[in-house]
């Protein structure tokens, strides 16, 4: 594909850690992404682990890889890399440009068939798997982890950030040559306050008057369980009237239960059922320091609920302090007593935040965000077209226009 003519035409390779095998965030927008592609006629073809009974209709067309199920996370599936069938398919597609979404023994099998194909490599980031070690008794492994995370996003045309400040954070390691902004968007009409529903609250013992605080997602350590648990247990100290709502399911389960005997739990949510959780919840609590981009919390802010978060990359670029929600620092248990004190004694408050939310998720819009990913696969695709003395970076400008659209925060104090 080198030479100085037109690109060829788009067709992308996607390599997912687990298109179908569980439900999360990464999972949900890959499988946004390959409908999108779809509806501008861009062949797609998806390499993946499977599992027998996937919990959700996965899109687009799936070519299964050998995968094992990781002990201590069954419910996820370790690649094994691209099977001789896999590799018959994967050349008989004839992909134009391959996308890995996970960097591992799949993505290496990836990057190695991007040689062999003259094919441009383009890497997403979606998780904090440096900070994995801290939860799983590994965290002296965590700067091994930051070498080996250089090396193979290196490897990449162009790496997709999914925030502006997981862009800096990455810059700063030196994770990837041509780090651009992919964010995230939100069904507004689906999330909104409007689907508050009382009756719901009611039939889980909640009264009308009592104040919900809830945390959605998967119930895994690195989600932050344990703080939240804390901060919980600190404001009951306190004195502080609350009810602790759950909504998700996962292995880790029986530890919150165990942390929170008084939790509610609603388990697995989606769709319409999920956007009724958060809309009628009154504030938002998101722990995680392991998230690149908290696709939870911009869904909490669509549904006008409060946010309390910690400090991290994936929710600094989309939360104003004070003004559409709050940032503690990680593990800091009264820090996030306080701020969650202040909401649940103080209704003004929380309507006002949940308010300012609500009006701040506008900027998170699918529609700019597939198709910013759509010009950068053109990019990627010219750049193999030009000659090779040419530098092809990217636009610095472009990163700094979406750095001011997706992180008002940063935009104003230039960081």
């Known amino acids: 594909m080198s030479g100085t003519g037109a690109p060829p ?32 006629q861009v062949p797609v073809v998806i390499f993946s682990p499977t599992v027998k009974d996937p919990p959700f209709k996965h899109i687009g067309r799936l070519v299964p890889v050998p995968s094992f199920p990781l002990p201590f996370r069954p419910e996820y599936r370790c690649a094994l890399g691209l099977s ?41 980031y979606h998780t904090r798997f440096d900070t994995y070690c801290r939860y799983y008794g590994m965290g002296g492994l965590e700067g091994t982890v930051v070498n080996y995370l250089r090396y193979f996003y290196n490897s990449c045309e162009h790496v997709y950030a999914p925030s502006a400040a997981m862009a800096q954070i990455l810059e700063g390691q030196g994770i990837g040559r041509d780090i651009r902004l992919w964010s995230r968007g939100v069904d507004r009409a689906l999330f909104n306050p409007s689907r508050r529903d009382m009756e719901w609250r009611r039939s889980l013992g909640i009264g009308d008057e009592e104040v919900v605080l809830t945390f959605v997602g998967r119930l895994v350590l690195e989600k932050g369980l344990e703080h939240f648990a804390k901060v919980h247990h600190l404001l009951m100290k306190r004195g502080i009237a ?18 929170a005997p008084d939790a509610i739990f609603t388990g697995f949510q989606d769709g319409e059922d ?8 009154d504030i938002f609590f998101n722990p995680s320091i392991t998230e690149a981009f908290g696709n939870v919390t911009v869904e909490a802010m669509a549904s006008g609920v409060p946010p309390v978060c910690s400090r991290t990359a994936g929710h600094i ?22 701020r969650i004190t202040a909401l649940v004694q103080d209704a003004g408050l929380r309507q006002q935040v949940g308010t300012a939310a609500r009006t701040a998720s506008q900027r998170f819009s699918w529609d700019t965000v597939m198709n910013n990913i759509y010009s950068y696969y053109m990019d990627a695709l010219q750049a193999r077209t030009v000659p090779s003395s040419v530098s092809v970076s990217a636009d610095a400008s472009a990163l700094q226009d979406n750095a001011e659209a997706y992180s008002p925060s940063l935009s104003k104090t230039g960081t």
């Open 9 to 40: 035409a788009l067709r992308v390779a996607l390599f997912s850690g687990g298109y179908n095998c569980a439900v999360d965030g990464a999972v949900k927008v890959l499988n946004r992404l390959v409908a999108f592609l779809e509806s501008k």
């Open 84 to 124: 001789a069938s896999a590799k018959r398919e994967l050349e008989a597609f004839r992909p134009t440009l391959l996308h890995v979404t996970v960097p591992d023994v799949l993505g290496l099998s990836a990057l190695r068939a991007g040689r062999k194909l003259n094919c441009p490599v383009v890497g997403s």
């Open 242 to 259: 609350h009810r602790f709502l759950v909504v998700g399911d996962g292995p880790a389960r029986g530890k919150i239960a165990e942390w």
């Open 274 to 281: 999920l956007a009724r959780a958060y809309a009628s919840s």
């Open 317 to 338: 670029s989309m939360l104003e302090e004070g003004e559409t929600g709050f940032l503690t620092t990680p593990d800091d248990v009264e820090e996030a007593a306080d």
